[in-house]
T-cell receptor, first 112, second 114 residues
Framework: KAGVTQTPRYLIKTRGQQVTLSCSPI?????VSWYQQTPGQGLQFLFE???????NKGNFPGRFSGRQFSNSRSEMNVSTLELGDSALYLC???????????FGSGTRLTVV | AQTVTQSQPEMSVQEAETVTLSCTYD???????LFWYKQPPSRQMILVIR??????QNATENRFSVNFQKAAKSFSLKISDSQLGDTAMYFC???????????FGQGTRLTINP
């Protein structure tokens, strides 16, 4: 079956712009999580959605937001981009978290 | 809050050797799950192995096995007969039962040399 699909794979944006990243989970998975990966901070949890509801949110500013659609596809949005937002953004889906998450290949965001 | 520590930033072994990656964690929870993920240069995180804290038996998946010491809060990964394709970053991760957030260690960069 198809894996977790993230689009786009690469993105270059200018400071102050906003960006939207997309994630299509594995069919049947209703939980979708987002993580930010940087060399300095490692992997940090952004938020998790289940059946269109945000169940958990990490310690990120309000510029980071997300949503989930009725087909479980999810988007995350970052407004007013800063240089420090440059990172690999990973999406993961699961039937239930204790099964372990399946990750996508990520979106590499570069803010210039 | 839970924390996960991987004390080996980098490791390097020869092909066919056995290598053990260390992971310790801190939690007051009794019911939780531990994972090892592999991230090759392709960037995709791949689940290697999963351990349920209430199970004393160590998990095994082909050449990959864990040594789970619950009292010591230790969860090491052993890779037997290492292969060039095992070269990757390896992350230890924790999730408590009922939660959705994975807590990751900082990772260990493993290189398998021919």
């Amino acid at each position: 079956k198809a894996g977790v699909t993230q689009t786009p794979r690469y993105l270059i944006k200018t400071r102050g712009q906003q960006v939207t990243l997309s994630c299509s989970p594995i069919s049947g998975h209703r939980s979708v999580s987002w993580y930010q990966q940087t060399p300095g901070q490692g992997l940090q949890f952004l938020f998790e959605y289940f059946s269109e509801t945000q169940r958990n949110k990490g310690n990120f500013p309000g510029r980071f937001s997300g949503r989930q659609f009725s087909n479980s596809r999810s988007e995350m949005n970052v407004s007013t981009l800063e240089l420090g937002d440059s990172a690999l953004y990973l999406c993961a889906s699961s039937f239930q978290s204790t099964d372990g998450y399946t990750f996508g290949s990520g979106t590499r965001l570069t803010v210039v | 809050a839970q924390t996960v520590t991987q004390s080996q930033p980098e490791m390097s072994v020869q092909e066919a050797e056995t290598v053990t990656l260390s992971c310790t964690y801190d939690t007051s929870e009794n019911n939780y799950y531990l994972f090892w993920y592999k991230q090759p240069p392709s960037r995709q995180m791949i689940l290697v192995i999963r351990q349920e804290a209430y199970k004393q038996q160590n998990a095994t998946e082909n050449r990959f096995s864990v040594n789970f010491q619950k009292a010591a809060k230790s969860f090491s990964l052993k890779i037997s007969d290492s292969q060039l394709g095992d070269t990757a970053m390896y992350f230890c991760a924790f999730v408590r039962w009922g939660a959705q957030k994975l807590v990751f260690g900082q990772g260990t960069r493993l290189t398998i040399n021919p």
